[in-house]
T-cell receptor, first 109, second 114 residues
């Protein structure tokens, strides 16, 4: 079993819909939780960075962390075609990031 | 520069050859990381530098892989006797020492071993 599990999708939604992404993990020592966006043939781009449990909002993006369930989520409101990308969750105890496999999202115009 | 840069963007080599991949981190970032991303997978940690020294090289798959950062800025990942299984995207990231989890990635080098 992988340390971080993420449904690869693909996920296809109409423009304006809410995109819901999630990851589960097995290492209870993880304290830092990140979401990255990766466009095709590009490097990952840091979207959200959270420490411990709770919610964090940044514009159209909301990240949630539930450490008791070992479950994290990313919500994208009012999705746009430019949000079409692969979304990677990542987590760590210190500096070594452990990534999920990524979920590919397509937002249809 | 504004972000992490990596060269070359693509590298095609033959099995058994030696390759060098270069990373130029964000100015002022003392921490530098190398990851490897295979098709359809998330990046996997290879090595972490704090300043000039390799603080953690536990992710390097074997002794054919080696990385240096002689002046605490630019880093080079070196792969000897390349194998077809080394084909992947090699990503470099950097961060400040205060926020090591907030890592900023470069565009990667796509290595293909024929």
């Amino acid at each position: 079993q992988k340390e971080v599990e993420q449904d690869p999708g693909p996920l296809s939604v109409p423009e304006g819909a809410i995109v819901s992404l999630n990851c589960t993990y097995s290492n209870s020592a993880f304290q830092y939780f990140m979401w990255y966006r990766q466009y095709s043939r590009k490097g990952p781009e840091l979207l959200m960075y959270t420490y411990s449990s709770g919610n964090k909002e940044d514009g159209r993006f909301t990240a949630q962390v539930d450490k008791s369930s070992k479950y994290i989520s990313l919500f994208i409101r009012d999705s746009q075609p430019s949000d079409s990308a692969t979304y990677l969750c990542a987590m760590s105890t210190d500096y070594k990031l452990s990534f999920g496999a990524g979920t590919t999202v397509t937002v249809r115009a | 520069g504004a972000g992490v840069s990596q060269t070359p963007s693509n590298k095609v080599t033959e099995k058994g050859k030696y390759v060098e991949l270069r990373c130029d981190p964000i100015s002022g970032h003392t921490a530098l990381y190398w990851y490897r991303q295979s098709l359809g997978q998330g990046p996997e940690f290879l090595i972490y530098f704090q300043g000039t020294g390799a603080a953690d090289d536990s992710g390097l798959p074997n002794d054919r892989f080696f990385a240096v950062r002689p002046e605490g800025s630019v880093s080079t990942l070196k792969i000897q006797r390349t194998e077809r299984g080394d084909s992947a995207v090699y990503l470099c990231a950097s961060s400040s020492s205060q926020t090591p989890n907030e890592q900023f990635f470069g565009p990667g080098t796509r290595l293909t071993v024929l």
